[in-house]
């Protein structure tokens, strides 16, 4: 049962520059979270956005969700090699536990 | 430091044998998961323990079989009913409710040899 769905699959810049993902899901959420895995490891927390919330930031994060669009986007700033990975959305449908999209794989050049 | 130990890091398994996989968490959450995932692709969930005592099923949970005596442990066993086990299996814990994040293990890779 897919809910969460990242957008790019892949994703290459220059270290410094900006990274944007995005994450469309498909029915109403309580929260929408997203995390970071490092390649052959456990999955780290990043952010967790309400539905009642349309932005949040934590250092060089930047989270948004649209409600309407059923989507968000994680922005990564100034971004360093230190950063890649892979990034996951997640949301709890009703109860249940996390569902996971498909990850977007990000690598920043040096 | 609190946290979540997943053991062993890497698990060998012949066919026909049954492998279990180790879960601890010092986070006194009440809440623990236990998630699949193959290479390139997202988590699946196998079965989840809300409470000591009860477990529920996940999505993937044929071949899988895990207990929860104790809070803080909720060992995944995978069986030889399992007909593809080769995986990184990820263990999560959380608080009650759904607006915690989850704090995740380092993984156990499984392959059958």
């Known amino acids: 049962s897919q809910q969460g769905e990242e957008d790019p699959q892949a994703l290459s810049i220059q270290e410094g520059e900006n990274a944007t993902m995005n994450c469309s899901y498909k029915t109403s959420i309580n929260n929408l979270q997203w995390y970071r895995q490092n390649s052959g490891r456990g999955l780290v927390h990043l952010i967790l956005i309400r539905s009642n919330e349309r932005e949040k930031h934590s250092g060089r994060l930047r989270v948004t969700l649209d409600t309407s669009k059923k989507s968000s986007s994680l922005l990564i700033t100034a971004s360093r090699a230190a950063d890649t990975a892979s990034y996951f959305c997640a949301t709890p449908v009703g109860n249940t536990p996390l569902v996971f999209g498909k990850g977007t794989r990000l690598s920043v050049i040096a | 430091d609190g946290g979540i130990t997943q053991s062993p890091k890497y698990l060998f398994r012949k066919e026909g044998q049954n492998v279990t996989l180790s879960c601890e968490q010092n986070?006194?959450?009440?809440?623990m998961y236990w998630y699949r995932q193959d290479p390139g692709q997202g988590l699946r969930l196998i079965y989840y323990?809300?409470?000591?005592?009860?477990?529920q099923k996940g999505d993937i949970a044929e071949g899988y079989s895990v207990s929860r005596e104790k809070k803080e442990s909720f060992p995944l066993t995978v069986t030889s009913a399992q007909k593809n086990p080769t995986a990184f299996y990820l263990c999560?814990?959380?608080?009650?409710?759904?607006?915690?994040?989850?704090?995740f293990g380092s993984g156990t890779r499984l392959t059958v040899v």
């Open positions: 999560a814990s959380t608080g009650t409710g759904s607006n915690y994040g989850y704090t």
């Open positions: 323990s809300q409470i000591v005592n009860d477990f």
């Open positions: 986070l006194n959450h009440d809440a």
